[in-house]
């Protein structure tokens, strides 16, 4: 079975377990040199995009010979630029084997040509491939590979195929490791651990927590701890050395500087994990200033004094070089506190609160204002739990605070992707400022197929203007949009940015006239940073 065939299989079946089985059968029979890139490029591996986009379509167009606006008019319809491209060009010949060591060198390669030499290694893959192969090509070339299995699928079928426990699998993946530099033996040997002592622990995370959760269970039972806005991260000591790993699986530790010390202080084969905050005056800091910290590559001394980072613990895996995973989560806790009661932590590492609530009634209350606490909401952690590996139901559970929600009017809209494509479902809203209308917030997820369809005739028949693939409207939608945060913005036209807006609800009962105001969200901004009474 060759790459190809295992795109069809995995893209002809929902089933979960026939995309193992493909993936599973694929790597028995694979070269050596492909398997392991296919692999990569599953978990989501892919080249930089070696030529813009603009040129693609303009490259293709003449070698096609229809005009640039037909090809741009099918992009909007279709809607994924590597579909057009392999749907505009002839697919009457015989296809070469596909092979990704070659094509991903050439994809590489690309990045260091002139644009001369890049249409010279095109034409050769346009020339040669079809079907498929030719859809696959344009895919991994424009650096919008998406093959619709998840990583947790992909490592099912490795642990199947080693023969090896999925979270071994799955811990021996972590990280950026590079697929033209490692080799199955190299990621997978028994003993190659040992020499990669930087690599985290796969990271336990916790399912929303579900209604009927609260008529069995014994609050006296559960550990809960405030439900911190920051960065899911481990801190890892290991042979003198520190590293800081974010959830998403980036090593953080030039950019988590207040970290580098630990070394000194606490003994060789330590993890902790817990959520780093931009921490300052006895308080948590809003998340927002911790992106000035993220988003440089070297932070000054000014930004340092401005955005000190602490990590919040709430639990130690291992401990001189003892694994405590499988310990009750009470026992890790007690070792916790003793740790950081006798470690001269220099502040950097502080323990989580554990809140104490004779019911859950009580602890609602909490959750429901957890905002005036810097919370999100609470997490709740069986006092036995374990620390697994991945999202699993049960042991940990998170309790995240309603969101807050604002009405806005529909102002923009753009066609979205995939089955989407011949939908305006990509949509921009405004708030009223001293009677103008100030685009604020975009938003594509919340509402069902009948409302996307029913908006999208509406969108057609009351467009303005065009620009592009972007449609201005009469402003009389409203939209109910929830957020979980929102902050000042000078980067933003009105002023103000919100955290993960979607749209909530169509506020089919309210006229334009009747939606929020700037000054509405200016008011909610100074009420989330007033101090706690």
Same mark, same amino acid.
């Given at each position: 079975?060759?790459?190809?065939?295992? +795109?069809? *299989?995995?893209?002809?079946?929902?089933?979960?377990?026939?995309?193992?089985?493909?993936?599973?059968?694929?790597?028995?029979?694979?070269?050596?040199?492909?398997?392991?890139?296919?692999?990569?490029?599953?978990?989501?591996?892919?080249?930089? *995009?070696?030529?813009?986009?603009?040129?693609?379509?303009?490259?293709?167009?003449? /070698?096609?010979?229809?005009?640039?606006?037909?090809?741009?008019?099918?992009?909007?319809?279709?809607?994924?630029?590597?579909?057009?491209?392999?749907?505009?060009?002839?697919?009457?010949?015989?296809?070469?084997?596909?092979?990704?060591?070659?094509?991903?060198?050439?994809?590489?390669?690309?990045?260091?040509?002139?644009?001369?030499?890049?249409?010279?290694?095109?034409?050769?893959?346009?020339?040669?491939?079809?079907?498929?192969?030719?859809?696959?090509?344009?895919?991994?070339?424009?650096?919008?590979?998406?093959?619709?299995?998840?990583?947790?699928?992909?490592?099912?079928?490795?642990?199947?195929?080693?023969?090896?426990?999925?979270?071994?699998?799955?811990?021996?993946?972590?990280?950026?490791?590079?697929?033209?530099?490692?080799?199955?033996?190299?990621?997978?040997?028994?003993?190659?651990?040992?020499?990669?002592?930087?690599?985290?622990?796969?990271? +336990?995370?916790?399912?929303?927590?579900?209604?009927?959760?609260?008529?069995?269970?014994?609050?006296?039972?559960?550990?809960?701890?405030?439900?911190?806005?920051?960065?899911?991260?481990?801190?890892?000591?290991?042979?003198?050395?520190?590293?800081?790993?974010? /959830?998403?699986?980036?090593?953080?530790?030039?950019?988590?500087?207040?970290?580098?010390?630990?070394?000194?202080?606490?003994?060789?084969?330590?993890?902790?994990?817990?959520?780093?905050?931009?921490?300052?005056?006895?308080?948590?800091?809003?998340?927002?200033?911790?992106?000035?910290?993220?988003? *440089?590559?070297?932070?000054?001394?000014?930004?340092?004094?401005?955005?000190?980072?602490?990590?919040?613990?709430?639990?130690?895996?291992?401990?001189?070089?003892?694994?405590?995973?499988?310990?009750?989560?009470?026992?890790?806790?007690?070792?916790?506190?003793?740790?950081?009661?006798?470690?001269?932590?220099?502040?950097?590492?502080?323990?989580?609160?554990?809140?104490?609530?004779?019911?859950?009634?009580?602890?609602?209350?909490?959750?429901?204002?957890?905002?005036?606490?810097?919370?999100?909401?609470?997490?709740?952690?069986?006092?036995?739990?374990?620390?697994?590996?991945?999202?699993?139901?049960?042991?940990?559970?998170?309790?995240?605070?309603?969101?807050?929600?604002?009405?806005?009017?529909?102002?923009?809209?753009?066609?979205?992707?995939? /089955?989407?494509?011949?939908?305006?479902?990509?949509?921009?809203?405004?708030?009223?400022?001293?009677?103008?209308?100030?685009?604020?917030?975009?938003?594509?997820?919340?509402?069902?197929?009948?409302?996307?369809?029913?908006?999208?005739?509406?969108?057609?028949?009351?467009?303005?203007?065009?620009?592009?693939?972007?449609?201005?409207?009469?402003?009389?939608?409203?939209?109910?949009?929830?957020?979980?945060?929102?902050?000042?913005?000078?980067?933003?036209?009105?002023?103000?940015?919100?955290?993960?807006?979607?749209?909530?609800?169509?506020?089919?009962?309210?006229?334009?006239?009747?939606?929020?105001?700037?000054?509405?969200?200016?008011?909610?901004?100074?009420?989330?940073?007033?101090?706690?009474?």
């Amino acid at each position: 079975m060759n790459f190809v065939d295992l +795109f069809e *299989r995995i893209d002809a079946t929902t089933r979960t377990s026939e995309k193992v089985q493909a993936i599973y059968e694929y790597l028995k029979t694979a070269d050596e040199t492909e398997k392991l890139l296919a692999v990569s490029v599953l978990m989501g591996y892919k080249p930089k *995009r070696p030529v813009k986009t603009t040129d693609l379509r303009l490259w293709i167009a003449e /070698r096609v010979g229809i005009p640039l606006w037909l090809l741009e008019e099918s992009y909007y319809i279709v809607g994924d630029l590597a579909e057009t491209l392999a749907l505009v060009l002839p697919q009457d010949r015989s296809s070469v084997p596909f092979k990704l060591l070659p094509i991903l060198q050439d994809i590489i390669a690309m990045s260091r040509d002139t644009p001369e030499l890049q249409r010279i290694t095109l034409d050769r893959y346009w020339t040669t491939f079809s079907g498929t192969s030719l859809f696959l090509f344009n895919k991994l070339l424009t650096g919008n590979f998406r093959v619709g299995v998840s990583r947790k699928l992909v490592i099912k079928a490795l642990s199947k195929y080693l023969d090896m426990d999925e979270p071994v699998v799955e811990h021996r993946l972590l990280g950026k490791w590079d697929p033209f530099q490692e080799s199955f033996a190299t990621l997978f040997h028994q003993e190659i651990l040992k020499d990669k002592h930087f690599l985290p622990y796969p990271f +336990f995370l916790a399912y929303p927590v579900e209604s009927p959760f609260f008529d069995k269970a014994d609050i006296n039972d559960w550990i809960l701890e405030p439900k911190l806005d920051g960065i899911r991260g481990q801190i890892i000591i290991r042979q003198d050395e520190v590293f800081v790993w974010s /959830r998403g699986e980036d090593l953080m530790t030039d950019k988590f500087v207040e970290f580098q010390r630990l070394h000194t202080i606490l003994p060789n084969g330590t993890v902790f994990d817990g959520e780093i905050i931009p921490w300052k005056g006895g308080r948590p800091l809003d998340f927002q200033l911790m992106q000035t910290r993220i988003g *440089r590559k070297n932070s000054s001394k000014r930004n340092l004094e401005e955005v000190p980072l602490v990590m919040v613990c709430y639990d130690i895996l291992e401990w001189q070089g003892v694994d405590l995973r499988d310990r009750p989560l009470l026992e890790r806790r007690n070792l916790l506190v003793e740790i950081l009661s006798t470690h001269p932590v220099d502040g950097v590492l502080r323990l989580s609160e554990l809140k104490e609530f004779a019911t859950w009634t009580e602890a609602n209350s909490f959750r429901v204002s957890a905002r005036r606490y810097h919370a999100e909401g609470l997490m709740l952690k069986h006092k036995s739990s374990k620390y697994e590996v991945g999202r699993k139901r049960g042991n940990w559970w998170k309790w995240k605070t309603d969101p807050m929600t604002v009405d806005g009017v529909l102002i923009y809209a753009q066609s979205g992707h995939g /089955r989407r494509a011949n939908l305006y479902t990509d949509y921009t809203f405004a708030v009223w400022d001293e009677g103008i209308l100030v685009p604020f917030a975009k938003a594509y997820s919340g509402l069902t197929d009948k409302e996307l369809l029913q908006i999208d005739h509406w969108i057609k028949r009351n467009t303005i203007e065009k620009f592009g693939p972007v449609r201005s409207v009469k402003p009389e939608l409203v939209f109910e949009l929830a957020f979980e945060g929102i902050n000042l913005s000078p980067r933003h036209k009105s002023g103000i940015a919100l955290r993960f807006p979607r749209i909530f609800r169509w506020r089919q009962d309210k006229t334009a006239q009747e939606a929020n105001t700037k000054q509405d969200l200016l008011t909610l901004i100074q009420s989330l940073h007033e101090p706690n009474s």
